[in-house]
């Protein structure tokens, strides 16, 4: 059902290489500017966390790979759910989807800034101008066809995770590095079981990424069930590289001096003298790593639109493409939203959309765990080239996990961040009503679709 009104079709283009490429390049966040916090919360033991964690997600990893071999289009949450449940919740699970994946494109642009402002001091608006240019220069690439984006990730996450690799050796055989640094202020842990509980829960953020890969299932090359190869990598590379720069940094110097870091890597190589090629080296990587987080979210939000479209969530525009394959519709109300976050990111009301994405992770993430769950019991008989493994206990397991996301990323909202939920919800539910009258009005029109095993040859 991949098919739109042109009967053109999206661009089977996309390896498995270059969907670990695009994976795991979106997981992996900035830590250029964001290590300082992972010290605050819990001192260099945040390297345990981030192994711990990703082993947790793995039951919610391999639900989405269970049900992406089992159901493999775009709409990927949206069909799932509607399937275990109904359309009209298949929708509001979808739209939950669009809002983790819509706030990332924004905030890496600022992070490219960031990077930028090592060398050249920016004002605030012009620090938001240079956002929404990068916005609007994306915009352009993303309507070509996606193996532009497919090459560009390949080069961004591998010289990123290379150049990380010579800035940790650096350390390590640096002279400097020392275990004195690393566990001489209160050892792995030194805020105790209350770091370690908060830790635990606000750094589950760092994974926010892996759900994307089955937007793109349509898109790719290899058999729908290997995504769980995908899915894993997107977990487990991240988290190596995490845990190894925790401890390659915290090494560097005591964790109440790097929690008051900007920009830890950087400034360490000029405080100590090191080679300023490896500063430079570490402004690149982390550009990178803002690049590969920014194409990939971008690329996952128009899929979901697109996807909604598939099922007549949103009105047919959305499902449109152009002769390289790319749903321009969407990929422009992407845009419009990725500038409206870039105009308003100096307020909190952002900084709580960003918190508020955590929780609609959590709640897509127990209700993919659910729906396969489900779809196990309601249709027995239908092929699943993946099924993840444990039993319904596994599933479990994940949704469990789940609720934790959700309990954890909820410690950090107040009210307005509650109420901006809330009002991103009523959004959902509006686009919903329209729809619905729509559909009234127009007998026989955009009536809700369905797909399930058998429209599968249709792509």
């Known amino acids: 059902m991949s098919e739109n009104n042109n009967g053109n079709h999206l661009k089977k283009s996309l390896s498995m290489m270059t969907m670990i490429a695009i994976a795991a390049g979106a997981v992996i966040g900035g830590w250029l500017a964001e290590s300082p916090y992972w010290y605050s919360l819990t001192g260099p ?25 089992l159901l493999p289009f775009s709409s990927s949450v949206a069909v799932w ?47 938001m101008l240079i956002a929404v240019a990068i916005c609007v220069i994306w915009y352009i690439i ?25 800035i940790m050796i650096l350390f390590f055989t640096s002279g400097k590095w020392s275990v004195d640094n690393l566990l001489g202020h209160g050892g792995w842990f030194p805020k105790g079981g209350y770091g370690l509980f908060l830790a635990s829960g606000v750094l589950t953020i760092k994974y ?16 729908v069930k290997n995504m769980w190869k995908v899915i894993l990598a997107a977990l487990f590379i991240p988290a190596i590289m995490y845990a190894v720069v925790v401890i390659a940094i ?20 000029r405080s100590l003298g090191l080679p300023m090629i490896f500063a430079w080296g570490a402004l690149i990587a982390g550009s990178l790593h803002g690049f590969t987080t920014f194409m990939g979210f971008w690329t996952s939000s128009a899929r979901v639109l697109y996807g909604a479209a598939q099922l007549n969530m949103l009105p047919a525009p959305f499902k449109k493409l152009n002769k390289y394959g790319q749903p321009y519709v969407s990929n422009f109300v992407v845009l419009l939203f990725s500038v409206f976050f870039c105009i308003f990111s100096a307020s909190n009301w952002v900084q709580y959309i960003y918190a508020v994405s955590c929780i609609a992770a959590g709640l897509v993430y127990f209700m993919v765990c659910f729906d396969a769950y489900k779809l196990r019991k309601t249709h027995p008989e239908w092929p699943r080239p993946y099924k993840a493994p444990g039993g319904n206990a596994f599933l479990f397991l994940g949704m469990l996990v789940s609720v934790w996301v959700v309990i954890a990323s909820s410690l950090s909202l107040d009210f307005a961040g509650w109420m901006s939920l809330v009002a991103y919800m009523a959004i959902g539910i509006v686009v919903l009503i329209l729809m619905e009258s729509y559909r009234k009005k127009n007998p026989g029109k955009l009536e809700p679709i369905i797909l399930t095993p058998d429209n599968i040859d249709e792509n």
């Open 142 to 166: 993303s309507n070509f066809n996606i193996s532009i984006s497919g090459r560009l990730s390949n080069i961004f996450f591998y010289s990123m995770v290379g150049i990380s690799i010579c």
């Open 45 to 69: 033991g945040a390297a345990f966390i981030f192994l711990g964690l990703a082993v947790l997600l793995v039951p919610v990893g391999l639900a989405f790979a269970e049900m992406v071999a």
């Open 250 to 269: 915290g090494g560097m110097a005591p964790w109440t001096e790097l929690a008051e870091m900007s920009m830890p890597e950087p400034e360490l190589i």
């Open 81 to 127: 759910t509607a399937n275990a449940t109904n359309h009209k919740f298949g929708w509001c699970i979808q739209w939950l989807m669009f809002l983790i994946q819509i706030v990332e494109p924004p905030i890496c642009a600022f992070i490219l800034t960031t990077a930028l402002g090592f060398f050249i001091e920016f004002t605030t608006t012009q620090t």
């Open 208 to 223: 926010i990424g892996f759900e994307m890969t089955p937007t793109m299932i349509e898109e790719t090359t290899f058999p």
